[in-house]
């Protein structure tokens, strides 16, 4: 069984930048996606970012040239660096891992983007 310990949110200023971190605990064999997915309040949770053990990635919209994400298979750990920070990227973020035919999400870490 896999545990995703994320960690890094908090309170950050419009135009700021956070880091978002996730290390897996447990047995994985091998971790084929890993990234990161938000749900603000009242909304459905959303795609961020993910990236492949391959090194493909994929971001939404929203994302791509703001955020920036990648992993450490070493550390067992993915990150999410976020620049230029808007009000509107409030929510909570879940960290996703897919090993095998399993898929790993983390408990979530709340980032606010206010002044």
């Known amino acids: 069984q896999m545990q995703l310990v994320e960690s890094g949110g908090g309170l950050a200023e419009p135009g700021g930048s956070m880091t978002l971190s996730c290390t897996a605990a447990?047995?994985?064999?091998?971790?084929?996606?890993m990234g990161w997915y938000r749900q603000a309040s009242g909304k459905q949770r959303e795609l961020v970012a993910t990236?492949?053990?391959?090194?493909?990635?994929h971001y939404a919209d929203f994302a791509k040239s703001r955020f920036t994400v990648s992993r450490d298979n070493i550390k067992k750990a993915v990150y999410l660096q976020m620049n230029s920070l808007k009000p509107e990227d409030t929510a909570v973020y879940y960290c996703?891992?897919?090993?095998?035919?399993?898929?790993?999400w983390g408990q979530g870490i709340q980032v606010t983007v206010s002044p």
């Open positions: 996703l891992v897919t090993a095998g035919d399993n898929e790993y």
């Open positions: 447990g047995s994985i064999y091998s971790m084929y996606v």
């Open positions: 990236l492949t053990q391959y090194g493909q990635s």
